[in-house]
């Protein structure tokens, strides 16, 4: 069973760069045939995604994010990290990555709370 585990900052002031990073373990995420995405859920707010990462490498992003967004994928471990630059209240939410395998969600993370906060 493959598992996965969100770790963030907890408080970002506003203007700087929030990095969360998703580890997984348990088994080959490419083997069980799905991929990676973020999404995140701002307070009393429901769920809202935030980009994708491909088996290849290939991303793509929520247009509302307006190209603040970047997942990078680390070559050496097992893991996945979501930058998010200048960074404003608004982005105060819980950010989860999830594995997706024929369009439905299959494993997520217990997520991480970040705040934007000065």
């Known amino acids: 069973q493959v598992q996965l585990q969100e770790s963030g900052p907890g408080l970002v002031k506003p203007s700087q760069t929030l990095s969360v990073t998703c580890t997984a373990s348990?088994?080959?995420?490419?083997?069980?045939?799905?991929?990676l995405n973020w999404i995140r859920q701002p307070p009393g707010k429901g769920l809202e995604w935030i980009g994708v990462?491909?088996?290849?490498?290939?991303?793509y992003y929520s247009p509302s994010l307006k190209g603040r967004a970047d997942i990078s994928r680390n070559t050496s471990k097992p893991q996945l990290t979501l930058t998010l630059n200048s960074v404003i209240p608004e982005d105060t939410a819980v950010y989860y990555c999830?594995?997706?395998?024929?369009?439905?969600?299959?494993?997520w993370g217990q997520g991480a709370l970040v705040t934007v906060s000065s």
């Open positions: 999830a594995l997706v395998r024929h369009g439905s969600i299959k494993v």
């Open positions: 348990g088994g080959s995420i490419t083997a069980y045939g799905g991929y």
């Open positions: 990462i491909y088996s290849t490498g290939s991303t």
